[in-house]
């Protein structure tokens, strides 16, 4: 049987600090080169992108979009100018490994009834643990007992992730420092390692939240060996610096970021190799709870390999939805027509979490929430659409009533629940505008589908 031709597809906005990894690893890959082809379509970049692929990477195909299609329309404008047997989609912000493309396509030939097939994402930095020690004492009215505040953690990485894993309470407002957390007695913190075989430092703000005078003691370990032993003082914000040897490297671990995503009743997706605790999110340590290849609900655009038959009988992402949940939307739509979404273990790509757009953002939150609720119209039962439509109208109902409560009580937060509220409220405006073309959508959907939509509710997860 011959190799499948590939295409893999690189939408591209101002991302020329991160192509230079992701096309280099491409080069790399393990696949028959002259049966896969790299396509870099982009989105209108100002910056030096057009100019660094010209140069660099001839070999790479361009489609100038001219301008923000965003990710679902710049990414179908390539998708429909190729003629592949495989369309794989890849973020400009990875670096896959040399057998990544081989161990994709591997997973969709020996399962044809495979329409979707998503990669191995892995955080791209490594991450080590610190144990921390500090004394405490507990406020008047506040039985939490407290120890040191941090009001930032500096890796040296712009995109590095801290965790605050144990031991630490909820982020607070300073009333002229900003965000900032307590540390309990005991804590653990997560660390991404920068590349590299050398030592490198890290920048703690720390402050001890007490009187002018006050003398605070924490000690830092790695692995049970102490290597940070400070008097943090008083009131004020200092900056620490911690050295990490070398040699730390050897207690890194690799950290998940997705493993299929996870689809709740509500609507909302998550990664699988995340979880939450106490309101925030967390990535899992990779210890090959992933290992194997298998059927999920939904597959993420970041690493994502469409088969052609899927796309000509599916359709491709909904051009309407701009970026967020138009992986899941299509994954949804896929099951309705019949098709399996796999995730393919072997198949590892290294991953900047959020490097080209920011979360919870007022536009993250307004596409999410009106992506989510888009979807769930389209895609699932009338009595699904209906609980997750009015649960959100009922939320968007409740914020406007805290609103106007502070406002009467002159509470100075009611600008921020304000603007939160102006979030949703653009939401439900759009979405109300926008229906007509969702009744088509869903129409055309009911009508080709091959599976029943309640066949699909055992796969949403609760909660969320």
Not at 61 to 85: M, Q, V
Not at 93 to 104: E, M, Q, V, Y
Not at 165 to 183: I, K, N, Q, S, V
Not at 431 to 436: A, D, E, R, V
Request: hydrophobic content about 40%; some cysteine; aromatic content about 12%.
């Amino acid at each position: 049987m011959e190799t499948p031709l590939v295409s893999v597809i690189i939408l591209n906005y101002n991302g020329a600090k991160y192509l230079p990894v992701c096309l280099d690893a491409l080069h790399h890959q393990t696949y028959a080169q002259d049966r896969f082809e790299v396509i870099v379509a982009d989105n209108g970049s100002s910056d030096d992108s057009l100019s660094l692929l010209k140069e660099k990477y001839p070999w790479v195909k361009i489609i100038e979009n001219g301008r923000n299609l965003g990710f679902s329309r710049g990414n179908n404008a390539a998708i429909w100018a190729t003629n592949s047997d495989f369309v794989v989609l890849l973020n400009n912000d990875t670096a896959p490994s040399d057998d990544w493309l081989i161990n994709l396509v591997q997973t969709a030939l020996d399962h044809p009834e495979a329409g979707m097939v998503t990669s191995h994402l892995q955080m791209f930095y490594d991450e080590i643990e610190l144990e921390l020690t500090t004394e405490t004492f507990t406020p008047q009215n506040d039985p939490r007992q407290l120890g040191v505040q941090f009001f930032d953690v500096n890796s040296g990485l712009p995109h590095g992730v801290i965790q605050y894993l144990d031991g630490f309470y909820g982020w607070e407002t300073h009333p002229a420092c900003g965000r900032f957390r307590w540390m309990g007695k005991q804590a653990r913190l997560g660390l991404s390692v920068p590349p590299g075989n050398e030592a490198w430092e890290v920048q703690l703000d720390l402050s001890a939240g007490r009187d002018t005078g006050s003398s605070i003691h924490i000690e830092i370990r790695l692995q049970g060996n102490l290597i940070a032993d400070w008097q943090v003082q008083g009131k004020n914000i200092e900056t620490y610096h911690l050295t990490l040897p070398a040699t730390a490297r050897q207690y890194a671990h690799v950290l998940e970021q997705n493993a299929g995503s996870i689809v709740f009743r509500s609507g909302a997706g998550r990664d699988r190799g995340t979880y939450v605790k106490n309101n925030e999110l967390f990535f899992e340590v990779d210890s090959g709870q992933y290992g194997a290849v298998e059927e999920v609900f939904a597959g993420c655009g970041a690493a994502l390999l469409l088969r052609r038959a899927m796309l000509a009988e599916v359709g491709s992402l909904d051009d309407d939805f701009f970026m967020y949940y138009e992986d899941t939307d299509l994954s949804w739509r896929a099951r309705l027509y019949g098709w399996k979404v796999l995730y393919a273990s072997p198949a590892k790509v290294r991953h900047i979490h959020c490097g080209t757009t920011k979360e919870w953002s007022p536009n993250f939150i307004y596409l999410t929430e009106r992506n989510r609720l888009a979807m769930v119209f389209k895609n699932g039962t009338i009595v699904h659409a209906a609980r997750v439509w009015g649960g959100y109208g009922l939320k968007v109902a409740c914020e406007g009533f805290q609103v106007l409560k502070k406002l009467l009580t002159f509470q100075p937060s009611w600008r921020a629940y304000a603007r939160q509220l102006c979030t949703h409220l653009r939401v439900i405006l759009s979405l109300l505008c926008w229906l007509p073309s969702l009744l088509k959508k869903r129409h055309k959907i009911m009508r080709c589908k091959r599976i029943s939509p309640n066949q699909l509710q055992t796969w949403f997860a609760e909660g969320d």
